[in-house]
């Protein structure tokens, strides 16, 4: 598609609730790097710029992001004809507050990434009414389009893509890799951290590194003084995260719920496979011996579940970690070859065509 043809025809304003904040400096980054890789079409870009921690933020946070948005484009010179939005609800109210009062004949494309799902089941009044002024609904998995329980006569499913540098180091073998297992994403409950801290007395022999920032930040902190083995690092830039996944024989997921779970395909892309918990997104992404192994979980917890679960992630893990040269090798080439659809620069090329298409 011609992003020319599409910028002579339509304008592109691409709207967010997330954004860097102290505890989590690259929230959002992975909505940045859509809007840098689709820099031919010169699209709009608001996103939260005040996101901190405080009870003031919390309490304020929308009223001020609503207001930012105001002065920004309603009052602007220049009129968007598509509004993307990421993180449906309750980010859909700028998009329709703008269509309302700026452009009417405004399109309006979603791109839902999970909880904008999972927390408003059953949807109420005001998502069901909101969500009817649609025109095109992007899902970050064909399992959590499933989910949505609204009807939505035009969708696709489409990763939010990881950045190009990702898939742009060298593959090395398992003997050249000194981490023996990474984690990287946010530290807190959903994410499974609990389970992460509980695996780690039986790790105390492998060389474990936990990279993220989050609300269980210290109790990973303390867990991990377990052994001089294992290393926690706070949030890391891209690159630094690149050099990571090259030099680790296995990545973790343990997340209870994930609708895509974009660190997942930036580990396959660095030839890394992935063990993961059974979510929408490990479902999506993982392979069973192509690329990776999955665990079930139950969907009622209890102490006996997550027991259960403990020594199949360690059955997994062992799995992996004694696998052959030859077959390891495989492992990674499928991870590597599955993750090549998730890379931003292919992900902002269909974006450029759904436009045109809305």
């Known amino acids: 598609m011609d992003s020319k043809t599409l910028n002579s025809k339509a304008r592109v304003l691409i709207i967010t609730n997330m954004g860097p904040k102290p505890a989590a400096p690259f929230q959002g980054q992975f909505v940045w790097q859509q809007v840098d890789a689709l820099a031919a079409i010169k699209p709009g870009y608001h996103f939260m710029r005040w996101h901190t921690d405080s009870v003031l933020n919390r309490l304020l946070k929308y009223p001020v992001f609503f207001l930012d948005f105001m002065f920004r484009y ?12 990421h993180f449906f609800y309750p980010t859909i109210w700028l998009a329709l507050l703008y269509k309302g009062l700026r452009n009417p004949a405004a399109k309006i494309v ?4 999970g909880s904008d ?23 970050t998995s064909d399992a959590l389009r499933q989910r949505f329980s609204l009807p939505c006569r035009h969708s696709s499913v489409l990763s939010a893509g990881i950045a190009d540098n990702f898939a742009s ?5 398992s003997r050249s890799k000194p981490i023996d ?20 007395p039986y790790l105390t022999e492998k060389k474990v590194v936990i990279a993220g920032g989050g609300p269980m930040f210290d109790q990973v902190s303390q867990a991990a003084a377990l052994s001089a083995n294992i290393t926690v690092l706070g949030p ?10 090259q030099q680790a024989r296995c990545f973790i997921s343990l997340s209870r719920t994930e609708s895509f779970g974009l660190v997942m395909a930036e ?17 999506a992404q993982i392979r069973p011996g192509e690329n990776g192994l ?22 997994a893990l062992q799995q992996l970690w004694q696998l052959p040269p030859a077959q390891y090798q495989q492992l990674q080439q499928g991870a590597r070859d599955w993750a090549q659809q998730c890379l931003v620069s292919d992900v902002a090329r269909k974006l450029i065509g759904l436009y045109q298409e809305v």
């Open 74 to 85: 309603l009052f602007s010179r220049r009129k968007y004809s598509i509004l993307h939005v």
């Open 110 to 113: 979603v791109t839902c990434h």
């Open 117 to 139: 799902i999972y927390k408003y089941q059953p949807p109420g009044f005001w998502y069901r009414w909101c969500a009817a002024k649609v025109q095109h609904w992007i899902f």
């Open 169 to 173: 180091g060298p593959r090395l073998d």
């Open 181 to 200: 297992l990474l984690y990287v994403g946010s530290l807190d409950h959903n994410k499974g951290i609990d389970r992460l801290i509980s695996l780690l």
């Open 236 to 245: 890391q830039t891209a690159s630094e995260l690149a050099g990571l996944y």
């Open 267 to 283: 580990a396959m892309a660095c030839y890394t496979p992935v063990v993961a918990t059974a979510t929408d997104g490990a479902a």
């Open 294 to 315: 999955m665990v079930a979980q139950n969907t009622i917890e209890s102490p006996q579940s997550e027991q259960q679960l403990r020594t199949d992630l360690l059955v």
